[in-house]
């Protein structure tokens, strides 16, 4: 079902100043930056080992990462879980009790279909589901 953690998003008040440490102290590759309108956010995926850090900067005042940023501070958003047929795996957790904020895929970053689970049904973790290309990446 799971097959394997794609990336841990990390909400960032500006990818400008937070890539030094990625890239220059961690000696992390940066994979790429793009802007993903439909979330007002601009993301940098960079490649940890196995897995990706997705650095996420607001780009309005209306975007949850901004309103995240407000209540919470930068840090740990969520964490990405890479799954082949999405919308099968969203079907199966809402049959298990777990309340979706997406009760449909939607696309995100890199051209990935992804929803995220509530985390008030998860622990207070906030999980994304994210099919890349018709299967897990």
Do not use: W
């Amino acid at each position: 079902m799971i097959k394997k953690v794609d990336h841990i998003g990390i909400a960032v008040k500006s990818i400008e100043h937070a890539l030094p440490f990625y890239t220059d102290v961690l000696k992390l590759p940066l994979l790429g930056i793009e802007e993903v309108e439909s979330e007002k956010v601009k993301v940098a995926f960079l490649k940890a080992g196995e897995t990706k850090l997705e650095l996420l900067e607001p780009l309005s005042e209306e975007s949850a990462i901004a309103g995240f940023i407000e209540k919470r501070g930068e840090g740990i958003h969520h964490v990405a879980l890479g799954v082949e047929s999405i919308q099968e795996r969203i079907n199966d957790m809402k049959e298990n009790g777990i309340r979706m904020i997406q009760d449909v895929p939607k696309k995100g970053a890199g051209g990935a279909l992804v929803a995220f689970m509530h985390p008030k049904s998860t622990g207070s973790v906030l999980y994304e589901l994210c099919e890349k290309n018709g299967e897990a990446e």
